[in-house]
């Protein structure tokens, strides 16, 4: 058996949150796959972050003075999710990513010492590919109510990680357009070789009560990618990223219902190696609602995470710089408000009709 699902951290702004499909998990759209079974799926997700933070602190002149940072971006998801046996599976992502990033202080400064002229700077593609191997621990023939599973993967550079697109009034007079790399949130990967550790799980209360639940962590061991930041300061960071998440489903025939909690973020010390480099690590927890809809063995479903509370926290130069000079340092970094994540999913089974679990959420 394998539930097989996807689920993903998402770039909810500022803090470069590379996103991610789970392999093993039970928190979303799911089809419980058996033996030989194929789940093939695709995911959009959209946000627009502009709302800065500095800690726990909303810095909410940025948007009175109009020098909010706004990220505009979609991300599309093309996934493969293959049982082996009815307690092993497999699954393969590809993402592609179609980023928006308009700014003041990135293109002549923003007021009063700069122009205050808002321009935008794009990049779009194929981002870092993911695949992974799952097991679960109890056997899903013998033992249905209640189980987890535990999923190794990979994460490859396959995305551009030195994007470049054009910057204006730039120079010591501010009159030259300059082609310079991207900010490291619109970058479509990291430019690192991650190792993914998926724990989920679940327990049925009831026909219509089901609680799920789900960690993923990424560990990024390379410490940069060799790409200088727009001001050459420093080594754009390949971090490491985490989420965890659980909730409650209600089904009720091919409807099911899903509220729940997460949280997901980039942590200022990686769990592998340095932390060196430029990063802008935080946090954000949500409240999470969805629907879902399922016809026969195709799926389709809807979740919207609503952030309650957004955290920049101290990056690793922050600290370096807050211990030399003796002075707190921490830098800002947008957020987004809330998440559109929408999914479509087929199963091709063995069964004319194979069995499936419905869970709310993706």
Not at 3 to 25: L, M
Not at 154 to 167: A, S
Not at 219 to 228: A, D, F, M
Not at 245 to 267: C, D, H, T, W
Request: with cysteine; aromatic share 12%.
């Amino acid at each position: 058996m394998c539930v097989t699902t996807f689920t993903q951290v998402n770039a909810q702004g500022c803090v470069a949150i590379r996103g991610f499909s789970s392999c093993s998990g039970t928190m979303g759209n799911s089809f419980a796959l058996m033996k030989g079974d194929l789940l093939l799926g695709t995911n959009f997700r959209h946000f627009k972050s502009f709302r800065h933070f500095r800690g726990d602190h909303e810095e909410k002149n940025r948007v009175e003075d109009g020098t909010e940072v706004i990220n505009k971006s979609s991300l599309l998801d093309l996934t493969l999710n293959y049982a082996i046996s009815d307690r092993i599976y497999t699954n393969v992502t590809i993402p592609f990513v179609f980023h928006d990033r308009s700014s003041m202080y990135e293109h002549g400064g923003n007021p009063p010492n700069g122009l205050g002229e808002r321009h935008s700077t794009h990049s779009s593609g194929l981002s870092d590919i993911r695949m992974g191997l799952g097991y679960w621990l109890i056997d899903p023939i013998k033992h249905s109510k209640t189980n987890y599973s535990v999923g190794l993967g990979v994460k490859l550079p396959t995305g551009k990680y030195d994007y470049m697109d054009i910057f204006y009034n730039q120079g010591d007079d501010r009159n030259e357009n300059i082609e310079s790399v991207v900010d490291q949130s619109i970058q479509p990967g990291d430019g690192g070789t991650g190792i993914t550790l998926d724990i989920a799980g679940y327990h049925t209360l009831s026909n219509h009560l089901m609680i799920t639940n789900n960690f993923y962590y990424m560990s990024n061991p390379k410490t940069t990618n060799g790409v200088l930041t727009r001001n050459g300061r420093e080594e754009f960071s390949c971090p490491d990223q985490f989420a965890a998440r659980i909730g409650l489903n209600y089904f009720q025939k091919q409807f099911s219902a899903y509220l729940g909690g997460r949280i997901e973020g980039v942590p200022s010390s990686d769990l592998i190696g340095s932390s060196a480099g430029y990063r802008r690590p935080g946090y954000v927890a949500s409240v999470e609602p969805g629907i879902s809809y399922a016809l026969h063995n195709l799926i389709f479903s809807l979740n919207v995470p609503v952030a309650l509370y957004r955290n920049r926290i101290q990056s690793f130069s922050d600290k370096q710089r807050t211990e030399e000079t003796g002075v707190y340092r921490i830098g800002d970094a947008a957020f987004a408000n809330y998440l559109l994540n929408f999914n479509v999913s087929y199963r091709f089974s063995k069964k004319a009709e194979a069995d499936f679990i419905l869970e709310g959420v993706h």
